[in-house]
């Protein structure tokens, strides 16, 4: 009869030890993810953005054309480096997510950036022979000419699978889990503001995304995923919810692409040769098109 004390008092001791660390443990999980955007930050410029420009600066001789190319290293360490970056992330969200979206996001994500690593590899070869962005397949100088003419509906396959195939299933996965995420960045603590890390990341973060969007031709996808983030904003505010720092972060860097989206788009209204590659409603340019079109020849 005495042990019965004894037990409820070592019983009561481990769930206050046990509520006392999930306390932490929330604590933790609301702090500014400095390490996980910085790395984000500094990849998605060195091994997505950097990549083609290192394709463009290492000579020729070093990564012959039948080889791949440093470009190609540099997508391989990316498909990589970000699925796992994304894990760590949807790791430290404040709230449990759907394990099973999370995973089947991951898997189309890894899938469709292979795509693109493959057919945009061979892309970064044809511009080395003379291939230029800003014309479509079949009107480009050294594919318009070839023989028999069936290997331009090669060339269009390849075209189809590098920029249509392999960006959406590279980019839908990729925005799907940042809005997982996204919604789950939600807290009562109406005091709760983005450190000066965030404020300096938020810049090369923002004109990461424009180039993503632009060059990745994503801005249905993009405006769609911005506004559902806006809608969940709204929702969460009338229950008494506000952003935490994480959530700020991805928000302003929503907007501030938005911006720098419409700035590059009116800079570009009235481009004769662009507007024919890119007809219809919405136009959004590539940053590589206006390179081959305006810089390289230039």
């Known amino acids: 009869m005495r042990r019965r004390p004894q037990s409820a008092a070592l019983t009561s001791a481990f769930l206050r030890a046990g509520s006392e660390k999930t306390g932490s443990t929330a604590a933790a999980q609301s702090q500014f993810h400095t390490d996980l ?17 290192a394709m463009i600066i290492m000579p020729l001789e070093w990564f012959p054309l039948n080889k791949p190319s440093v470009g190609d290293y540099f997508h391989m360490a990316y498909n990589v480096i970000t699925p796992f970056l994304l894990l760590k992330l949807i790791e430290r ?19 469709g950036a292979s ?37 331009i509906d090669s060339f269009e396959l390849l075209y189809y699978y590098d920029e249509h195939l392999g960006h959406s299933m590279w980019y839908v996965p990729f925005f799907l889990i940042l809005f997982l995420y996204f919604t789950g960045c939600f807290t009562q603590i109406k005091d709760e503001k983005m ?4 404020w300096l990341l938020l810049g090369p973060s923002a004109v990461y995304y424009w180039y993503l969007i632009t060059e990745g031709q994503i801005f249905v996808l993009y ?28 928000f302003y860097n929503f907007i501030i692409t938005l ?31 206006f390179y081959t079109l305006h810089i390289k020849g230039s």
């Not at 450190?195 to 965030?198: A, E, F, I, L």
């Open 223 to 250: 405006v769609f995923t911005f506004f559902a983030m806006v809608a969940t904003v709204m929702r969460q505010r009338r229950m008494g919810f506000v952003l935490d720092s994480n959530g700020r972060f991805l």
């Open 93 to 111: 969200s404040p709230t449990a997510l759907p394990c099973s979206a999370v995973y089947l996001c991951i898997i189309t994500f890894v899938m």
């Open 115 to 151: 795509i693109h690593l493959v057919g945009d590899s061979i892309n970064h070869r044809l511009i080395l022979s003379g291939y230029q962005l800003h014309l479509s397949v079949r009107e480009n100088p050294i594919i318009k000419d070839l023989k028999p003419a069936s290997l």
């Open 195 to 198: 450190p000066y890390s965030g």
């Open 37 to 53: 955007w910085l790395c984000f930050t500094v990849q998605n410029w060195i091994l997505d953005f950097g990549r083609p420009i």
């Open 259 to 289: 911006g720098l989206v419409l700035v590059w788009v009116a800079y570009l209204w009235n481009d004769k040769v662009l507007r024919k590659k890119y007809p219809g409603i919405i136009y959004v340019p590539e940053p590589w098109s």
